[in-house]
T-cell receptor
Framework: NAGVTQTPKFQVLKTGQSMTLQCAQDMNHNSMYWYRQDPGMGLRLIYYSASEGTTDKGEVPNGYNVSRLNKREFSLRLESAAPSQTSVYFC???????????????FGPGTRLTVL | AQSVTQLGSHVSVSEGALVLLRCNYSSSVPPYLFWYVQYPNQGLQLLLKYTSAATLVKGINGFEAEFKKSETSFHLTKPSAHMSDAAEYFCAVSEGTGRRALTFGSGTRLQVQP
C-alpha cells in the first residue's frame, strides 16, 4: 500500500515549456487535490476532483489544467510554464467525495518544480 | 469565507519544554479543524482533527489541541518537546459545506534546541 505517489520528484523547466505532473493513489479514494506550497504562504489549492469524471477550480487555477484519468490518477499540466510557477506541488486524496463531513486528506511526497 | 492565522512563523523551544503553536480561524459556519505536520522534504501528515465531538482532541506523538469557540482558536500543544518534533506545522480549516478542500495557514516552523 503505497498511499499517494507523485512523479517526478524534481523538475527544471525553461519558461514556455510544458509538462505534466502525475499523481496516483491506491486507497480507493473518491476525491483528489492539487496544491502548491510557497514559502510563507502555506498550501493553496489549485484544482480538485470530488469524484471520477469531475474537476473544479480551487484558489489559484490560472496557468494549470487537470485530468482525472480514472479513480486512481489525477494529473496536473502546465501548458506554458512561467517563473511564477516555481513551487513545490502536492497531490492529496481523501475518501469521501461531496459528503457532509470533511475527512482526512493524505498527501504525496511532493514535486519540486523550478522554472527558469 | 474561511481563513486561518498562525501566529509566529518560527518557534524555538528547548528539549523537554512545553510546545505551544497558535492557530486562530475564521469561519461562517461551525468549522472542522486540522493540524498537519511536515518533516523536511516530505509531504504533510495528519496530527489531529476536530470534527465537533470533544473540544480537546488528542493526536499522534503526544500532541493535543483544544477547540475554543469563544476565542476562535485551535492551539496545538505538547507537554515536553522532543528533538524529533522539529518540523513545520500547519493549521487548516474546512467549513464542511460541500467543498472538501482545506484552507491552510502559512505554517509555523518548530525548532527544538538540545
Amino acid at each position: 500500500n503505497a498511499g499517494v505517489t507523485q512523479t517526478p520528484k524534481f523538475q527544471v523547466l525553461k519558461t514556455g515549456q510544458s509538462m505534466t505532473l502525475q499523481c496516483a493513489q491506491d486507497m480507493n479514494h473518491n476525491s483528489m487535490y492539487w496544491y502548491r506550497q510557497d514559502p510563507g504562504m502555506g498550501l493553496r489549492l489549485i484544482y480538485y476532483s470530488a469524484s471520477e469524471g469531475t474537476t473544479d477550480k480551487g484558489e489559484v487555477p490560472n496557468g494549470y489544467n487537470v485530468s482525472r484519468l480514472n479513480k486512481r490518477e489525477f494529473s496536473l499540466r502546465l501548458e506554458s510554464a512561467a517563473p511564477s510557477q516555481t513551487s513545490v506541488y502536492f497531490c492529496a486524496s481523501s475518501e469521501r467525495g461531496l459528503a457532509e463531513r470533511p475527512d482526512t486528506q493524505y498527501f504525496g511526497p511532493g514535486t519540486r518544480l523550478t522554472v527558469l | 469565507a474561511q481563513s486561518v492565522t498562525q501566529l509566529g512563523s518560527h518557534v524555538s523551544v528547548s528539549e523537554g519544554a512545553l510546545v505551544l503553536l497558535r492557530c486562530n480561524y475564521s469561519s461562517s459556519v461551525p468549522p472542522y479543524l486540522f493540524w498537519y505536520v511536515q518533516y523536511p522534504n516530505q509531504g504533510l501528515q495528519l496530527l489531529l482533527k476536530y470534527t465537533s465531538a470533544a473540544t480537546l482532541v488528542k493526536g499522534i506523538n503526544g500532541f493535543e489541541a483544544e477547540f475554543k469557540k469563544s476565542e476562535t482558536s485551535f492551539h496545538l500543544t505538547k507537554p515536553s518537546a522532543h528533538m524529533s518534533d522539529a518540523a513545520e506545522y500547519f493549521c487548516a480549516v474546512s467549513e464542511g459545506t460541500g467543498r472538501r478542500a482545506l484552507t491552510f495557514g502559512s505554517g509555523t516552523r518548530l525548532q527544538v534546541q538540545p
